[in-house]
T-cell receptor
Framework: QQQVKQSPQSLIVQKGGISIINCAYE??????FPWYQQFPGKGPALLIAIRPDVSEKKEGRFTISFNKSAKQFSLHIMDSQPGDSATYFCAAAGGTSYGKLTFGQGTILTVHP | GAGVSQSPSNKVTEKGKDVELRCDPI?????LYWYRQSLGQGLEFLIY????????KSGLPSDRFSAERTGGSVSTLTIQRTQQEDSAVYLC????????????FGPGTRLLVL
């Protein structure tokens, strides 16, 4: 009930391409869905987040698409750059969880120049 | 500082020793979370503080793990009688609370138990 499933585990994209990472959740009480970016040796940094009252949110090259009925959400990185190479985590929070985040397993993104 | 800080950044200890990990949250943030990041397990929730109280300790893996928070600010995570499976990166995050759910993470403490 608390799981968040993320795919793919790893992704290789050419510079300028589109990177797409998908997540699915089970707990319908979740009402906050952030994406975090993590570089080696650093803590996760919030990239973008969405709440279920909207189906899409865009910030620069990063877009979250949210499908409430399917309980799925995805991160799209447009015009991917080598500097985007990092590990990306989706997460979810809500209900009586005191805001604690349930994370997906992570996606290692490599953008080739 | 402006962000969440953690110390030490790296800790190597021997099996059976106790360790203390420290977290300094963003000033004014009332909510504080500890997570553990290990290979194969991803990021796992450990404990949540609101002020100095811990209403959710459900992620602590055993009674060897404990945490406290004093003055509504600094938090310490203590692992007693460390085991090799405790080796991981321990991450602290803070949030403004009051319905705000954005969590800001520190750089983590990398713990290696030999």
């Amino acid at each position: 009930q608390q799981q968040v499933k993320q795919s793919p585990q790893s992704l290789i994209v050419q510079k300028g391409g589109i990177s797409i990472i998908n997540c699915a959740y089970e707990n319908t009480a979740f009402d906050y869905f952030p994406w975090y970016q993590q570089f080696p040796g650093k803590g996760p940094a919030l990239l973008i987040a969405i709440r279920p009252d909207v189906s899409e949110k865009k910030e620069g090259r990063f877009t979250i698409s949210f499908n409430k009925s399917a309980k799925q959400f995805s991160l799209h990185i447009m015009d991917s750059q080598p500097g985007d190479s990092a590990t990306y985590f989706c997460a979810a929070a809500g209900g009586t969880s005191y805001g604690k985040l349930t994370f997906g397993q992570g996606t290692i993104l490599t953008v080739h120049p | 500082g402006a962000g969440v800080s953690q110390s030490p950044s790296n800790k190597v200890t021997e099996k059976g020793k106790d360790v203390e990990l420290r977290c300094d949250p963003i000033s004014g943030h009332t909510a504080l979370y500890w997570y553990r990041q290990s290979l194969g397990q991803g990021l796992e929730f450990l404990i949540y503080f609101q002020g100095n109280s811990a209403p959710d300790k459900s992620g602590l893996p055993s009674d060897r793990f404990s945490a406290e928070r004093t003055g509504g600010s600094v938090s310490t995570l203590t692992i007693q009688r460390t085991q090799q499976e405790d080796s991981a990166v321990y991450l602290c995050a803070s949030s403004g609370g009051g319905g705000t759910k954005t969590q800001y993470f520190g750089p983590g403490t990398r713990l290696l138990v030999l």
